[in-house]
């Protein structure tokens, strides 16, 4: 699994490192549909308390998506067992494609046990190529949880490639609204195909999210 670590925005030029996928599932898609999933994974503690994840991924696998985006995931926590939680998810699903980005990392021994470095952040899943990828900090007020966009190139075939932004919108409108400005910017770096997916924390006809999608329910159109 490729790793962009935030916040030092270290760019991926080359293909990330394939994971080893469990069987041989194909796509499940035809090149006229592609199936895309967002889900905030909460580092896999249910509603009942209990840290499972064998439960996302069964919700994974029930699903079957081509592309998915995981938010508040854990990578070597205590909370969550010390697991590798993108690593894991991706080969449970079959899919050989993991980028992942740190929006939090901790050293403490509490969190991190002896020596260790605990990480928490978004991940992307791919059955599909992922030529690139990259780490944008997203604004955020003093004290708040720092954020950041995933962007990631896919492949689905040779010269139709899909830009991917992934994201975990703040928890208060105001940060909301100044990211939405950096995700607009975002958007307009690309001129074909774009799909932008993430935890929003914001109902569809809040004014960040209109702002997002120019009061029509869909993105922007790309540049001229």
Same mark, same amino acid.
């Given at each position: 699994?490729?790793?962009?670590?935030?916040?030092?925005?270290?760019?991926?030029?080359? /293909?990330?490192?394939? &994971?080893?996928?469990?069987?041989?599932?194909?796509?499940?898609?035809?090149?006229? /549909?592609?199936?895309?999933?967002? %889900?905030? !994974? *909460? *580092?896999?503690?249910? !509603?009942?308390?209990?840290?499972?994840?064998?439960? !996302?991924?069964?919700?994974?696998?029930?699903?079957?998506?081509?592309?998915?985006?995981?938010?508040?995931? +854990? /990578?070597?926590?205590?909370?969550?067992? =010390?697991?590798?939680?993108?690593?894991?998810? #991706?080969?449970?699903?079959?899919?050989? %494609?993991?980028?992942?980005?740190?929006?939090?990392?901790?050293?403490?021994? %509490? +969190? #991190?046990?002896?020596?260790?470095?605990?990480? %928490?952040?978004?991940?992307?899943?791919?059955?599909?190529?992922?030529?690139?990828?990259?780490?944008?900090?997203?604004?955020?007020?003093?004290?708040?949880?720092?954020?950041? #966009? $995933?962007?990631?190139?896919?492949? =689905?075939?040779?010269?139709?490639?899909?830009?991917?932004?992934?994201? *975990?919108?703040?928890?208060?409108?105001?940060?909301?609204?100044?990211?939405?400005? /950096?995700?607009?910017?975002?958007?307009?770096?690309?001129?074909?195909?774009?799909?932008?997916?993430? +935890?929003?924390?914001?109902?569809?006809?809040?004014?960040? $999210?209109? $702002? &997002?999608?120019?009061?029509?329910?869909? &993105?922007?159109?790309?540049?001229?």
């Amino acid at each position: 699994m490729r790793r962009v670590v935030w916040p030092e925005q270290r760019s991926l030029s080359e /293909t990330p490192r394939a &994971l080893p996928a469990l069987g041989s599932l194909a796509p499940s898609s035809s090149l006229q /549909t592609i199936r895309f999933m967002s %889900y905030n !994974i *909460h *580092h896999a503690q249910g !509603i009942d308390g209990e840290v499972d994840l064998n439960r !996302i991924a069964a919700v994974l696998n029930a699903a079957r998506p081509d592309v998915v985006l995981l938010t508040e995931v +854990d /990578t070597f926590w205590r909370r969550s067992g =010390f697991q590798d939680q993108a690593r894991m998810l #991706a080969q449970a699903l079959g899919v050989p %494609y993991a980028i992942a980005v740190d929006t939090l990392v901790r050293r403490n021994p %509490y +969190d #991190a046990g002896w020596g260790g470095v605990a990480r %928490y952040g978004l991940a992307l899943l791919s059955r599909y190529p992922v030529t690139a990828a990259r780490a944008t900090p997203l604004p955020v007020s003093l004290g708040q949880e720092p954020r950041a #966009a $995933l962007t990631a190139d896919i492949q =689905f075939r040779e010269g139709v490639d899909v830009r991917v932004i992934g994201v *975990h919108l703040g928890l208060s409108q105001e940060d909301r609204l100044e990211q939405v400005d /950096t995700l607009l910017s975002l958007t307009r770096e690309w001129d074909s195909h774009r799909v932008l997916m993430g +935890d929003f924390n914001a109902v569809l006809d809040s004014p960040e $999210l209109q $702002l &997002l999608l120019g009061g029509a329910n869909e &993105l922007p159109p790309p540049p001229e």
